[in-house]
């Protein structure tokens, strides 16, 4: 997929629009907008505009998407302040981390999953606003809650064509610094498990900038996809030193206590860690414990 983002002025407000050219196999962004938007799903882009430009051109498909201005990525908020390291950097990186989350925990439940949780996709405005944008790589579940004929049919895509196109690429899809670890070695079992891991690294990368961390921590450095799978499940490997290798030290109590929930739920059974097994066991898949993922998010679960 290639795209362009253009920061714009809508109806007199901030919005940015985004262009988008991609396959034709994939689902329009705007389709995913869609369902997340009829699911409520929080902390989303509040879309202004969509639509489709051009159907099918050599296979690709040209769509654009105007959203609400949701500000900047978490990682520049926290390295523009950091020269003032304050209990107010880390309260906010705890905030973010909860709401993304809670919003991975609710698109899951509507049958959607992000597949490319980064740096850039994690904005922050303001005293409170938190946004996880770029949903352009999410994929519907096959029969979950959003994947209906009528979307189908609004969006104007075949839903079998566009999920055997998807499993296809579900090993592969996503940024790799951020990739969780099975997915690094080509797992093709992915859940929201998989995208809370990569909100757990974007959120420990904001840390490591607000400690004015000059060299990359050997946990964020960028390797071949095997071998940065390999260097975070030893970097992982102890709950009581692995922050460190991601250049944390700072200690916040409510942050920590997040991390903490956080890691167990990730990387460990039983109260064992399971990192060489999501290294080493391609059919090994962490359960999807939704309740538990919206404790940890502090969002009261939904009575069925």
């Known amino acids: 997929m290639q795209s362009r983002v253009f920061k714009v002025e809508y109806q007199g407000n901030q919005a940015i629009l ?31 505009d969509s639509g489709i430009i051009n159907q099918n051109t050599f296979d690709c498909r040209l769509e654009y998407a105007v959203m609400e201005y949701a500000g900047a990525p978490l990682i520049d908020f926290t390295a523009e302040y950091r020269s003032s390291v304050n209990t107010g950097l880390y309260v906010r990186t705890n905030y973010t981390l909860t709401q ?58 075949n839903k079998y064509d566009v999920a055997c196109w998807e499993d296809r690429q579900d090993h592969c899809t996503g940024t790799p610094l951020y990739m969780s670890i099975p997915i690094l070695v080509r797992s093709r079992y992915r859940t929201v498990v998989n995208d809370v891991e990569s909100m757990f690294y974007v959120a420990l990368e904001a840390l490591s900038v607000i400690e004015n961390n000059d060299k990359t921590p050997v946990a964020l450095a960028m390797e071949d996809n095997i071998s940065m799978a390999y260097v975070r499940r030893l970097c992982l490997a102890s709950k009581d030193t692995y922050k460190e290798r991601f250049g944390v030290y700072f200690q916040d109590e409510q942050l920590d206590e997040t991390l903490s929930q956080l890691y167990d739920y990730l990387f460990t059974s039983e109260g064992k860690y399971i990192g060489h097994i999501l290294v080493d066991d391609l059919e090994w898949e962490r359960p999807v414990d939704i309740n538990r993922l919206l404790q940890i998010a502090k969002i009261e679960p939904v009575l069925t």
């Open 18 to 48: 985004k262009i988008a050219w991609k396959f034709a196999n994939y689902i329009p962004e705007a389709a995913i907008y869609d369902a997340l938007q009829t699911a409520k799903v929080p902390n989303t882009p509040v879309i202004l």
């Open 100 to 157: 993304v989350v809670g919003c991975l925990a609710r698109a899951w439940q509507a049958g959607i999953v992000h597949r490319d949780v980064s740096r850039g996709n994690v904005l922050v405005r303001g005293k409170g606003s938190v946004t996880l944008i770029d949903w352009g790589y999410a994929r519907l579940l096959s029969d979950g809650p959003a994947d209906t004929y009528e979307l189908a049919t609004k969006w104007h895509y």
